[in-house]
């Protein structure tokens, strides 16, 4: 993708870049910086699953719809820090949490016996179980998401260390990216509606029908290749026959084996 943005991008980009600059000195908000989070351990298989959806997501975000960006290395400074930052979330009830843990469960048992069923949830759903199960205790603090007219906005903050540039080594993705999101077929479909990091926002004029095709593609191949480094990880989507958010809703529906 970096190849594909060269001499005519670099122009934009650097204009870009001083407006981008002077626009963040007047009115970006502070980003809130936390010590980084403890490595994960011992996670079970469908939270190793959906964080490594989640992990790739925020590589990709970065890498390809700001691959062109990179080419000028003020881009790096811009969109990534040296830190995490500290993602707040509305504490989910007793009630909440339960009803939550319960389509968990639901989901998990559908899969162990292999067989089809459809499970809702809710944003509330979703930001419950990433704050308060041991599973997703990498997500906690650092990933809240909201679904409404069937577009995700994930608001999440993810080390960059498993990018191939070594300048990313030791830096971090603050930020969000506003997406429509489908998986079918075993394929991912996303639609990048927009995207922020560390208080700027994406050029649009990158978020073409043709460069979504690329970042599917290359979504997808990422993907399957960071599953099967997690060995289990690819075995909760090898049971998930769709997914797709509709409406305020994330929908999963499970295959029958």
Known sequence: ??????????????????RASCRREMDAPPIRQAPPPPVPSGMGCFAKGCLTLVGVVCV???????????????????FTTTAPAQIQTRPATPTELQV????????????????ETTIEFTADDVNALLQNEPEFRGARNHARVAFANSIVSLDVSAPLDSAKWSRLKGRWFNGNIQFGFSYVDDNFNFDVRSAEANGYPFPRALLSAEFMQSF??????????E????????????????????????MVTTRAL
């Open 1 to 18: 993708m970096a190849r594909q943005c060269s001499s005519r991008a670099r122009k934009f980009f650097q204009s870009w870049f001083r």
């Open 60 to 78: 990709l975000g970065i890498v390809l719809i700001g691959g062109g960006l990179f080419v000028v290395n003020r881009g790096i400074n811009m």
């Open 100 to 115: 939550a843990k319960a389509k968990l469960d639901s989901l998990r048992s559908a899969i162990t016996n292999r067989v």
């Open 216 to 225: 599917n593609r290359s979504f997808n191949d990422n993907f399957r290749r």
């Open 227 to 250: 599953s099967a480094k997690r060995g289990d990880a690819s075995d909760l989507w090898r049971h998930i026959r769709m997914a797709t958010v509709q409406n305020d809703k994330l």
